[in-house]
């Protein structure tokens, strides 16, 4: 069983940055597969990036390579999402996901929104 809790979500200009942090609860967080997801209003809920459990593998969503950095902190049960160069389109709310293999996207957080104004 995993709970996850997402925070670093705000308002911000065109350009700017944000570092999304996922805490995450449990012993066995070393061993899922992490994920960012984002849902903006109408559409559906989309992969932005995810990363294996040793943090050596990576992917990155098309429209967020080269903005975008997931990592994750094994020690402190913690993912994070570097967002830069941000645009309105990246408005949404953003969920941290941990997959459990066989069993898919299975624990979810809150999410957190994130506003960037033009």
């Known amino acids: 069983q995993v709970e996850l809790g997402e925070s670093g979500g705000g308002l911000v200009q065109a350009g700017g940055s944000l570092r999304l942090s996922c805490a995450a609860s449990g012993r066995t967080f070393s061993s899922y597969t992490m994920g960012w997801f984002r849902q903006a209003p109408g559409k559906e809920r989309e992969v932005v990036a995810r990363?294996?459990?040793?943090?050596?593998?990576?992917y990155y969503a098309g429209s967020v390579k080269g903005r975008f950095t997931i990592s994750r902190d094994n020690a402190k049960n913690t993912v994070y999402l570097q967002m830069n160069s941000l645009k309105p389109e990246d408005t949404a709310v953003y969920y941290c996901?941990?997959?459990?293999?066989?069993?898919?996207?299975?624990?979810w957080g809150q999410g957190t929104q994130v506003t960037v104004s033009s």
């Open positions: 996901a941990a997959n459990g293999g066989p069993t898919g996207w299975n624990y």
């Open positions: 990363i294996n459990w040793s943090g050596a593998n990576t």
